[in-house]
């Protein structure tokens, strides 16, 4: 029992924690809800800014779980809060003790049909940015409905985000790059298609991410069109139509696309919402868990012994989150080796 | 023409389907710059004819960008390529360039 910390979630968050934590000779239990670890990356295909295949950097992080027991297909029923430790009940591998709890739920993506204005689930041309990266992955490719190749494809962004009528005024903050990589990778594709990209603002925030926009404007012509979608409709050979304003001029615009891609939002996993509720976790109006402070002790949940990391306190993107995945579990070794005083 | 008491609007939208893309194509092959244009407005509000007329440079190239030529002859001969639009875009995109390339744009396509 001693030195032992569970993790809840084996997503990127997760994983680096526990690889961190078991590296420097901690017990570490990570419990895996999916029969595989890896959480939403492993469902991506390239990464942003640099096209990093997904599933190194997966394949990097589980390779440092050295001695870490990795319990997968497995989930979470109870938390027992014990003052000095905490016990886990879980639906296949029974009841786990440990020390610590290091809590890494995620996120999940907006379910685009919430916003059914744009037709997700009713016209078949519109798919969500998830399913443009496993079309990526697929033998396929990037094909429209009738399996033809799209020559004019429509990017939207924040679907789902900065929106009040979803019940989401936040910012995503991946999303606009994501838009940018994978209009990138259209024209990759298919040199001859148009791509364009309708946006409120560009919010390219982190290094390289305005030089992608860069490229993606000067090198392949893709084209930024300042407006939010209204609406979509569906024309008779299936293709969609689009209608905005076009900001920039003051007038409204209209255009058909073979291909909509809806560039879908961050939420939090209904596993974050659980856990928060079985701990008496402190969440914000947006349902992201809050941490002690936001500066100072941001892996901290205000209950002893109990740290967070990653995509639960909002929107992150992936090097942000193993960055801040290792910094809760330094945490919590400090803490553990200070018998239970330090960043508590 | 006969008199019904009531007129048809004409249609304010952008239609991308139906656009004129042969200024903006001419243009792109002398100088494909303006493709890294990120709406600033920079331009505008250095522009010394904007600055007396209702002249916009940054809404005239997006216009023509989006393939709404209609104001196009009217609206540039307000330019008094003084360049200094040219001067303080943050991309560095050769608005003067374009405005010459324009003017040649409409010479050929009329």
Redesign the interface.
Known sequence: MENSVIVIGGGIAGITAAATMSGNGLKVTLIERNNKLGGHVSEWSRLFPDRRKASEVIDYLEAGLGETKIISGCSVNGIINHDNSFTVLTDTAGSITAEALLIATGFDLFRAAIKEEYGYGIYNNVITSAEFEEMLDSRAGVLTANGRVPKRIGVIHCVGSRDEKVGNLYCSKVCCVTGVKQAIELKEMYPDSEVYCFYMDLRMFDRHFEELYYEAQQKWGVSFIRGRLSECAENADGSIVVKTEDTLTGKPLKMSVDLLILLVGIVPSPGTGRIAGMLGLKTGEDGFINSVDAHTMDNSSGIPGVFLAGALKGPASVNSVIADARAAAVQAMAWLSTNKTVNA | MLDFGYTISID??????RGDMRYIEFVKAID?SL?????CGSCTATCTAGNFTDFNI??LH??I??G?TKSLKQEIRKCMFCGKCQLVCP?GVNLRNVILSLNQAIERLG
Request: proline share 5%; net charge positive; glycine share 4%.
């Open positions: 304010r939208q952008i239609d991308l389907d494909p493709d890294i244009c990120i709406g940054r809404r997006t216009s960008r989006r709404d991309r």
